[in-house]
C-alpha cells in the first residue's frame, strides 16, 4: 500500500514523531511509516564556506535509496538547509515527485532570541512538512493566507497560516491523493 | 493579475543558480525558462513574451549589462533585475542607472527575494496597464461573524462601507468581546490592499522590549541568541493592513515609536540600521478611555490625534440586545455544523432568559455560552436545561444538590475568564489571586481560556 516514509536525518531528537505522523495522517488521510535507518551521508551535503547543508544533495540521496514500496518520503533534518542561491531554506521539494526535506533548525524559538517553545516548534514542522509534502503531490504555492501552501520565507509566516489546506488546494489534491492510493501515481 | 500570467527568464552560466532559482519560481506558479548565456537569453525573448528577467552580471561572452541594454532595445518595459556576487556590487549600480529594477546579491534572503519578484511583478503590472484600472469595489461584504439587524450594528456596517475604500487610519472602540478585530478584517477586505494580509498584534500582550522586536523585528545578533534575523510585524503587513489591538496599553516610548513610524512609514530593525520602507494602513482597536488617558498625560496627544482619524464605535451586546435571538441561532447553526449534530433552534424559554441578562463578555460570552450547550444538548432544540453557565451555578447550589466546593470555584473562574475574555491579568485581579494561582488553577480544572 501507498504511504509516506518519515526519514529522520541522523540522529535528530525525535520527540515529533507522533504528532508528525498523526498531523500528516490528517491532512493526506495517509498512513506514515517511520523509516529510521535511511542511509543519508549528511557530510556529503555539507558545505564548509556556508556552514550550511544543502538540501538539494539530501533530496538527493532520499531519493535515490532504494523503495521497498511505493510512497513519499520526507526527510527531517536538524540542521540548517541552503539552495546555491538563497540564504536558507525551511525545507525542498520535487513538484510532483517522490522526495522531500525539512528542517527544524530555523523553526526553533532559540535561534531568534526568544524563550524555548517545543509545542510551536512541533505546529511549524507540521505545517512545513505538510507544504513539502503538497509540493510532492503537484501543488504549487497557494495565495490564500490560512493556507499550509501558502509560501512562508520567514519563521512568523508559518506562524501566521494553518495546517490546513484550503478548499482550492484540495479541490486540487483529491484526485492526486486518489491515484496515489490506488497506484496510480507511482512512478 | 495570477503568477501563471508572468513569465520569468532566468539568465545565469551557473547551472545550479538556474535551477534553484528556475524552481523557486516555478513553485509560485509563474512561467518560467532559463538560459546559459546572452544568445540564448535573446533567442528566447525573441520567441515569446517576457516579463521579468534575471539575469548575472558576469557572464562569458556577452555580460549581464550588455544584455541588458539589449533588453531595452526589445522592450523598455521588460523589468530587469541583476544577479551579482558581492565584488560586483558596482557593476550592479551601473546597471542601476541604466534602468534595472533591481540587484539580489548572492545568496539572498528568501523574504527579500520574494518581495523583490512581488514589487517587480506590481511594477509590471502598472506599466503594462498604465496604472488605469486600479481594482474597483463591487460590493462591500462582511465577515460571516458579523450577525445582527439592530439600528446600532447597521450604524457600523454603514461606517464600514464608508472608511474601508479610503486609506484612512480607523479606531475602533468598544467593550472586549464585542468583535472590534472582525471590523478590522471587514475594512481590510473591502479595501483596496485586499489582496495583502491584514496583520494583528495585540498591543497588552507583550512587555514593551517584546513588543518593540514584535513590531520592528531585529537584525541577527540585535541581542543574545538572535542568531538569525526576525521580521517584525510591521514589514509583514507591507502594502496590506496592520491591526494594532489594545492600543491604549503600550507605554510612552512605544508609543513615541509607533507615530514616527506611522508619520514616515519607515523604521530600522532592533540592531540594525539599514532603513526599511513600508506600506500600510493603521486600523487600531481599544477599550480603554483613551481621552482620559490623553488628560492624564500617558497616552501621547499627537499618537491620539493621528490614530483617531475615523472613529468606529461598537455598541455592547446589551445596547442591542434585539440581536441576542439573532446570533444565538446563528451560533447554534455554525456548532451544529462544526460538531455535526442536529441541532436547531432554541426554544423561546432559553432565548428570553439570553435576552435578560446583561453579557458583560458581549457578543464572545453569548457565543461560548451556546457552543458549551451544543456541546452537551442531547435533542435537536436547546432548553433550559442544556445552559449551564453562567445561569446554573447559583440554581444548582439553591436545589441542593452535591455541589463541591470545587465545582463552584471552577465555574466562577470560568465566568471570569469568560468576561475578561481570556484576559489572565484583569481576571486573576478581579479574583484577587496572583496570575501564577490562577493558570495553576486553570491547568488544574481544564478550563479553557477564553
Ligand atoms: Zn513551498
Ligand atoms: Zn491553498
Known amino acids: 500500500m501507498a504511504c509516506i516514509y518519515v526519514v529522520p536525518i541522523h540522529a535528530v531528537s525525535q520527540f515529533w514523531r507522533e504528532p508528525l505522523e498523526a498531523g500528516i495522517q490528517k491532512a493526506f488521510g495517509i498512513e506514515s511509516r517511520f523509516a ?80 524555548d517553545d517545543r509545542a510551536l516548534l512541533v505546529d511549524r514542522l507540521i505545517k512545513e512538512s505538510i507544504h513539502e509534502l503538497g509540493h510532492t503531490f503537484g501543488l504549487l504555492h497557494c495565495m490564500t493566507p490560512a493556507c499550509v501552501l501558502n509560501s512562508s520565507t520567514y519563521m512568523e509566516d508559518i506562524d501566521q497560516k494553518s495546517a490546513e489546506f484550503c478548499s482550492g488546494c484540495l479541490h486540487d489534491l483529491r484526485p492526486r491523493l486518489q491515484d496515489f492510493q490506488s497506484g496510480k501515481g507511482i512512478r | 493579475m495570477k503568477p501563471s500570467d508572468i513569465g520569468i527568464l532566468i539568465v545565469d552560466d551557473e547551472a545550479s543558480v538556474r535551477d534553484a532559482l528556475g524552481k523557486w519560481f516555478k513553485f509560485d506558479g509563474y512561467r518560467v525558462e532559463t538560459a546559459e548565456d546572452a544568445n540564448t537569453a535573446l533567442q528566447k525573448l525573441q520567441n515569446s513574451a517576457w516579463d521579468i528577467v534575471l539575469l548575472d552580471i558576469k557572464m562569458p561572452g556577452i555580460d549581464g549589462i550588455e544584455l541588458q541594454r539589449r533588453i531595452k532595445q526589445i522592450d523598455k518595459n521588460i523589468i530587469t533585475i541583476m544577479i551579482t556576487a558581492f565584488a560586483s556590487v558596482d557593476t550592479s549600480i551601473q546597471a542601476l542607472k541604466e534602468g534595472a529594477f533591481d540587484y539580489i546579491i548572492k545568496p539572498v534572503d528568501p523574504d527579500d527575494m520574494s518581495h523583490l519578484i512581488r514589487n517587480a511583478v506590481e511594477q509590471r503590472r502598472l506599466l503594462s496597464e498604465n496604472m488605469q484600472m486600479r481594482c474597483q469595489i463591487e460590493e462591500i461584504s462582511f465577515s460571516d461573524d458579523i450577525v445582527g439587524e439592530s439600528p446600532g450594528l447597521e450604524k457600523v456596517m454603514e461606517k464600514v462601507a464608508t472608511v474601508a475604500p479610503t486609506d484612512s487610519t480607523v479606531m475602533i472602540r468598544g467593550e472586549s468581546g464585542t468583535g472590534k478585530e472582525l471590523i478590522a478584517r471587514s475594512i481590510h477586505i473591502n479595501s483596496n490592499r485586499r ?15 517584546l513588543l518593540e522586536s514584535e513590531l520592528f523585528g531585529h537584525e541577527k545578533g540585535a541581542f543574545t541568541g538572535a542568531l538569525y534575523r526576525r521580521r517584525g510585524k510591521l514589514e509583514m503587513a507591507d502594502k496590506g493592513t496592520i491591526f494594532l489591538d489594545e492600543i491604549g496599553n503600550i507605554g510612552i516610548k512605544m508609543q513615541m515609536d509607533l507615530l514616527r513610524v506611522i508619520e514616515t512609514k519607515q523604521f530600522t530593525r532592533l540592531g540594525g540600521d539599514r532603513v526599511v520602507n513600508v506600506d500600510f494602513r493603521v486600523v487600531c482597536a481599544t477599550n480603554k478611555d483613551l481621552e482620559s488617558a490623553v488628560r492624564d498625560g500617558s497616552f501621547r496627544e499627537d499618537l491620539y490625534y493621528r490614530l483617531n482619524v475615523f472613529s468606529i464605535v461598537l455598541p455592547s451586546l446589551r445596547e ?6 439573532i446570533l444565538a441561532r446563528y451560533f447554534v447553526k455554525k456548532y451544529a455544523q462544526s460538531m455535526n449534530k442536529n441541532v436547531t433552534n432554541l426554544t423561546p424559554e432559553t432565548l428570553d432568559l439570553l435576552a435578560r441578562y446583561e453579557w458583560p463578555g458581549n457578543v464572545r460570552e453569548l457565543r461560548n455560552v451556546i457552543e458549551r450547550a451544543m456541546v452537551g444538548v442531547r435533542g435537536s432544540i436547546i432548553e433550559l436545561k442544556d445552559m449551564s453557565f453562567p445561569f446554573t451555578p447559583a440554581a444548582a447550589v439553591a436545589s441542593g444538590d452535591d455541589v463541591s466546593l470545587e465545582d463552584v470555584e471552577k465555574s466562577h473562574i470560568q465566568k471570569i475568564l469568560e468576561r475578561t475574555g481570556g484576559n489572565i491579568a484583569q481576571a486573576a485581579s478581579l479574583l484577587k489571586i496572583s496570575r501564577l494561582t490562577l493558570y495553576n488553577k486553570i491547568e488544574k480544572y481544564q478550563l479553557k481560556k477564553m
Open chain 2, 195 to 209: 489582496y495583502f494580509p491584514i496583520i494583528t498584534i495585540n498591543c497588552g500582550a507583550y512587555t514593551e522590549g
Open chain 2, 320 to 325: 442591542r440586545k434585539t440581536d441576542i435571538p
Open chain 1, 36 to 115: 529510521g535507518n535511511w542511509p543519508i551521508d549528511l557530510p556529503r551535503a555539507y558545505d564548509k564556506t556556508r556552514n550550511q547543508y544543502n538540501s538539494s544533495d539530501i533530496l538527493l540521496q532520499l531519493i535515490s535509496a532504494p523503495l521497498t514500496g511505493a510512497g513519499k518520503i520526507l526527510g527531517v533534518a536538524e540542521v540548517d538547509l541552503f539552495i546555491p542561491i538563497l540564504t536558507f531554506v525551511f525545507g525542498e521539494a520535487q513538484l510532483d515527485g517522490i522526495g522531500s526535506v525539512v528542517s527544524s533548525h530555523r523553526l526553533e524559538n532559540k535561534f531568534y532570541g526568544l524563550p
